[in-house]
């Protein structure tokens, strides 16, 4: 008996090993060309790189090839350009980028039906005995919407406008423990650990982090989109360092007639990100490391 594999399943063997710092494990795989990943179709994502693919941005995405679906239509996925490919034993960060990470309709649907929520309580317990009210100690719940805004100030998200989700030290270890990484100095800790060894990569991250803030602001697409739970990817290895913007899932177009200064205080509907916070940010800690 002769067994038929589809064509594509017959992927390339990858020449390193590749990386995932977040996200459901299922949702990536190895593209069909050497170089590529596939990523899990999600509409809201696909319309963006198609976007970006005209846009002044461009050169700071992964490159999007299209959309490729399994040969039993089971399941799509939209190929990117491997961003590790050109490096040889790569570190990597993903930095998830804004001062909050879920969109407002989210928080306004949590909204919709506020019952108490006992394992979020409990979660919130976990993490600070001191983080619940008298009254939410008391009846042992907390509200989804509470709990949404709370999660984002035990990281560094709500106050620099950014968190590290994940990072693959030169040791091939990889760590997605820094939820509760929240201060400057912590940061600064984790990225030094980050570039030990490797100290060219510290001003080449300047550069290209002052290139994005430099392009965001000429940017159409930037210009109408609520940029929310995208992330910075950082990369280096012995010859080079750069870094991209990815992961356009939660990434929507604005509502007409609103405007976002992507830098201003975020309130309940207004709808700013925080994404320059973040960059900002970024920018000057790095530079600060520099000083060292
Ligand atoms: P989440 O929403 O939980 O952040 P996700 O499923 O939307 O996850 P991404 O954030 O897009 O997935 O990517 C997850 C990880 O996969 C990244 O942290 C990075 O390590 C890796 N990754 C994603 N896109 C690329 C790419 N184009 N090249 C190399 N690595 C990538
Ligand atoms: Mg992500
Ligand atoms: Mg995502």
């Not at 999600?42 to 490729?68: H, N, Q, S, T």
């Not at 290209?208 to 803030?213: D, T």
């Not at 159409?220 to 910075?232: D, M």
Request: proline share 4%.
């Amino acid at each position: 008996i002769v067994q038929w594999t589809p064509f594509f399943q017959t992927y390339k063997k990858q020449r390193y090993p590749w990386v995932q710092l977040a996200g459901h494990q299922g949702n990536f795989k190895a593209g069909p060309d050497q170089g590529t990943i596939l990523k899990k179709l999600c509409a809201k994502e696909e319309k963006c790189f198609k976007i970006l693919m005209r846009d002044v941005l461009r050169p700071y995405v992964p490159e999007y090839k299209g959309i490729i679906t399994s040969d039993d239509k089971e399941c799509s996925y939209i190929q990117l350009q491997d961003l590790l490919g050109d490096f040889i034993s790569p570190c990597v960060m993903d930095c998830k980028i804004g001062v909050r990470t879920y969109l407002e309709e989210e928080l306004a649907k949590a909204k919709e039906k506020p019952k108490l929520r006992k394992d979020m309580y409990e979660k919130m317990c976990q993490i600070d005995q001191h983080a619940p009210s008298e009254e939410e100690h008391k009846l042992k719940g907390v509200t989804k919407p509470r709990y949404m805004v709370w999660r984002e100030t035990i990281s560094s998200t709500a106050t620099l406008g950014f968190r590290i989700e994940g990072i693959r030290n030169v040791d091939g270890t990889s760590s997605k423990d820094f939820k509760t990484t929240k201060t400057k100095e912590q940061i600064i800790a984790a990225f030094e650990k980050f570039t030990e060894g490797f100290p060219h990569a510290i001003p080449k991250y300047i550069q290209r982090l002052k290139a994005i803030k430099a392009t965001l602001e000429t940017s159409n697409f930037f210009e109408t989109h609520e940029v929310i739970g995208s992330s910075l990817l950082f990369v280096h290895d012995r010859y080079n360092a750069n870094v991209w913007l990815i992961d356009f899932a939660k990434t929507v177009v604005l509502p007409e007639n609103i405007k976002i200064t992507h830098s201003s205080k975020w309130k309940v509907g207004n709808h700013e990100d925080g994404y320059l916070v973040g960059v900002n940010n970024l920018i000057k800690i790095f530079m600060t490391m520099l000083e060292h």
